[in-house]
T-cell receptor, first 114, second 114 residues
Framework: NAGVTQTPKFQVLKTGQSMTLQCAQDMNHEYMSWYRQDPGMGLRLIHYSVGAGITDQGEVPNGYNVSRSTTEDFPLRLLSAAPSQTSVYFC?????????????FGQGTRLTVV | AQTVTQSQPEMSVQEAETVTLSCTYDTSESDYYLFWYKQPPSRQMILVIRQEAYKQQNATENRFSVNFQKAAKSFSLKISDSQLGDAAMYFCAYKVRSGYALNFGKGTSLLVTP
């Protein structure tokens, strides 16, 4: 099983450029989310989706857009990259049972904005 | 808002010894779940162990066990017979049952020495 697939694994952007981080899961999970990981900060929630067509903001949503047109895909868009968005980004998915269900993570994207 | 605190940024343990990683959390909820995730240098987030708040019995997974003190809002991870492969960043995480998102602590970096 592929699980959660993120692309690309590494990316360097110039300030002001835009890009989309891709996330796809093949487990038919309803819930998908994006986190960013910064040194000494743990993982912080950017945006999440509870199903196709439904998205909402997390703790640190500024500068990012998301959409969920299918159950499988949940792309994260950086509209105008800034050095403060240099981070490691993780996509995660889990099933509809919101209780004890394990969250499955992609392998992360290391993004550097110069 | 729920917060998760890991007070030990770094810990060190000798191979075959036992180490305990600390985690405390703050919540007004009564029904929630707690997790420990391991992140090795590969960046992959791996679920180590989970605990349901309504269960009094501490969870155990092979060499990994937790000490869950609900009244004290404490959730420590004990690793027995430490192995070199246990070296990683460990994150404590909390999720309220009625929600979707994981709230992460800032992590503890575990070094295992031969």
């Amino acid at each position: 099983n592929a699980g959660v697939t993120q692309t690309p694994k590494f990316q360097v952007l110039k300030t002001g450029q835009s890009m989309t981080l891709q996330c796809a899961q093949d487990m038919n999970h309803e819930y998908m989310s994006w986190y960013r990981q910064d040194p000494g900060m743990g993982l912080r929630l950017i945006h999440y989706s509870v199903g196709a067509g439904i998205t909402d903001q997390g703790e640190v949503p500024n500068g990012y857009n998301v959409s969920r047109s299918t159950t499988e895909d949940f792309p994260l868009r950086l509209l105008s990259a800034a050095p403060s968005q240099t981070s490691v980004y993780f996509c995660a998915s889990s099933a509809q049972d919101r209780g004890n269900t394990e969250a499955f993570f992609g392998q992360g994207t290391r993004l550097t904005v110069v | 808002a729920q917060t998760v605190t890991q007070s030990q940024p770094e810990m060190s343990v000798q191979e075959a010894e036992t180490v305990t990683l600390s985690c405390t959390y703050d919540t007004s909820e009564s029904d929630y779940y707690l997790f420990w995730y391991k992140q090795p240098p590969s960046r992959q987030m791996i679920l180590v162990i989970r605990q349901e708040a309504y269960k009094q019995q501490n969870a155990t997974e092979n060499r990994f066990s937790v000490n869950f003190q609900k009244a004290a809002k404490s959730f420590s991870l004990k690793i027995s017979d430490s192995q070199l492969g246990d070296a990683a960043m460990y994150f404590c995480a909390y999720k309220v049952r009625s929600g979707y998102a994981l709230n992460f602590g800032k992590g503890t970096s575990l070094l295992v020495t031969p």
